[in-house]
């Protein structure tokens, strides 16, 4: 019975590692970069693309509407391990690393970090 019980820990404590560690998004360009997957109607969209503003952010716009970027964000979203089913906005793309309605700091700071 121990066994089994340490056998299911470790094969979570594998799982949990392949989650996280799976390949993720390949960089869409070659310098730091932040792209936003959004909506012009939705308010959080919006208010971090002026927060990108205010802090002088060179960042690329895309509008989910369109079918062909819906497409092109739902493959990276699942190459990343995020699910597509339902999803918050915006959805923010740095560098190849890509989260739903993160902070802005976060952002911020991973862009910075890659400069």
Not at 83 to 107: A, H
Request: with cysteine.
């Amino acid at each position: 019975m121990k066994n089994l019980i340490l056998l299911a820990v470790f094969g979570f404590g594998a799982f949990q590692m392949w989650e996280k560690f799976r390949s993720s998004a390949q960089p869409i360009y070659d310098e730091s970069y932040v792209a936003v997957y959004g909506r012009n109607s939705c308010g959080f969209t919006r208010k971090f693309l002026s927060e990108l503003e205010a802090s002088g952010v060179n960042y690329h716009y895309f509008i989910v509407d369109d079918q062909s970027v819906a497409n092109t964000l739902h493959s990276r979203m699942e190459s990343s391990g995020i699910s597509t089913r339902r999803y918050n906005l915006p959805v923010i793309d740095v560098n190849g690393d890509i989260s739903v309605r993160p902070e802005f700091r976060k952002v911020l700071s991973e862009y910075n970090d890659k400069l």
